[in-house]
């Protein structure tokens, strides 16, 4: 069983940068992709980021494409979410995901374990 645990998130003036963590416990990512989403509520989870094992290939959501990038660092079992140029409109929470496949998916379907979440809250 793999277990999620995601940091990072706080408030941050439009323009800023903040740097998600993904950590994994109890098992390591290995042979896992790992996704991020984010969800408002009242609204659908979307998804925003994957990648896949060992990370030679990403992708993102039209939405956030040059302004955040996914990266992952298998020594740390860790993936990070490094989120530049924000918005108010991505304020959210905003969750980490994985699933054993070495290619990422971009369905909440296709993830089986997923983190608490991290609040991102940007100010205008």
């Known amino acids: 069983q793999v277990q999620v645990v995601e940091s990072g998130g706080g408030l941050v003036q439009a323009g800023g940068s903040l740097r998600l963590s993904c950590a994994a416990s109890g098992h390591t990512f290995s042979n896992y992709a790992v996704g991020w989403f984010r969800q408002v509520p009242g609204k659908e989870r979307e998804f925003v980021a994957a990648?896949?094992?060992?990370?030679?290939?990403?992708y993102y959501a039209d939405s956030v494409k040059g302004r955040f990038t996914i990266s992952r660092d298998n020594f740390k079992n860790t993936v990070y979410l490094q989120m530049n140029s924000l918005k108010p409109e991505d304020t959210a929470g905003y969750y980490c995901a994985a699933y054993k496949s070495t290619y990422y998916g971009t369905g909440i379907p296709d993830y089986d374990y997923w983190g608490q979440g991290t609040q991102v809250t940007v100010s205008s």
């Open positions: 990648i896949s094992w060992p990370g030679r290939s990403t």
